[in-house]
């Protein structure tokens, strides 16, 4: 779940609250889940790291040294010793050794009821962690990794024993008080228990925190070897996690919401943006309009002058322009008269905006006149002749007009 190039802050248990890790930001220590998640910034990739006291240590050795094999076997296992149905809890596994076909493994699980818990404050948020681990996990991975130690650190009001092996955790308890004689009167029961379930405590080193420098004395008195400081871990490193699926789901959802959100609102600054252009591009163009017509304007003058040469033109046009002459025109007309001479003029008028042809013949001789005419470029080119209908006369003849506008 985690995006590349996000920062990534990552919450583990402290001796007086929750001390948050940004990458890049230092530490700070709040003295509560609410608080430190407050201060984690919007974007941020968050990581939750458990108190060892939240979750179920058990060791089991199985007949398997296959990691799909082994998870398989554990489910049964689990499904056996937990006082609880199995799927609700989100479980993972350490592999502490391995031996023939047998490995021993250190199996961690938390109840969903436990992580709505202390989750409660990320959920109400809406800042799920994209990642769930243990902290015991980082203080085991920062510890050498050739020493059998005896590690002892302080989350919340209870002090963790944890014995680490190689690197890894084999088994880890919880003290309900840091204060020295109660820890001190703990601590030979407890690691009774451990040798019991079969953890050495053959210890090459005991690390303490630096959070709780008032139980050093007391621990090299009681084990008779010098107490050494204990690294704090360092970010990442575990491969566990115990993210429930469908937090993971509500996770994926929760982002895809906030990328639709992101999403819709750049769609609507771009739409603003295009809405804003739409105007200017508007006031431009209105601003171009104005521009012509005040250009029109100043040339209207120039415009008229033309507007009455070209009228001259049209009234000398007649004068001027062979086909326009009455001889021509009436030579046109003459050039379409029907062969039977069944048709004849009977009177013809002219001036220089039209002429009018009237005439009778009979409704053949009509037809086939008026078809030719049409026919005639000549006429059409510099006139627009319209034939009106004729007037029905006796002996089926019908008298005619026909009139040519110019142009």
Known sequence: MKKNGNSTALLVPGVRGWRLSIAGSG?????????????????VHLELALPCQSVLLERHTLPATDRAELADMLQLQL??????????????????GQSGNESTILSIAAHHDQLDQICGPLRARGRLPGRITLNALRY?????AEDATLALWPEGSQLVVAVISNGKLAWAESIDSLDPESVIADLPGMLLTAEVEG????????????????LAEPLAKHFGRPVEELPEPKAGGESLDLLPPEWEHEAKREERFVKLKQNLLLLAVVYLVCVAAAFIYLAWLKKQVQARQ????????????????????????????????????????TRYWPKNQTLQFTN????????????????????????????????????????????NLKDEKVSFIITGKTL
């Open 27 to 43: 530490d700070h220590t709040l003295p509560s889940l609410d608080e430190a998640i407050a201060a984690v910034p919007a974007g």
């Open 79 to 96: 499904e056996k010793t937990l006082p609880f149905p199995v799927e609700e809890v989100t479980h993972g596994f350490e592999v502490l």
């Open 140 to 144: 085991a991975a920062a510890c050498p």
């Open 199 to 214: 953890v050495s405590t053959a210890f090459q080193s005991i690390r303490l925190s630096t959070a709780s420098p008032e």
């Open 294 to 333: 005040a250009e029109y304007v100043g040339m209207k003058p120039k415009y008229a002058v033309i507007d009455q040469q070209m009228e001259r033109w049209k009234g000398l046009a007649p004068a001027v322009e062979p086909g326009r002459y009455a001889a021509e025109v009436l030579h046109q007309l």
């Open 348 to 391: 013809f008028t002219f001036n220089s905006r039209e002429w009018i042809l009237k005439g009778e013949g009979t409704t053949d001789s009509h037809f086939e006149f008026c078809q030719k005419l049409k026919k005639a470029d000549d006429l059409s080119s510099a006139f627009r002749v319209d034939y009106p209908p004729p007037q």
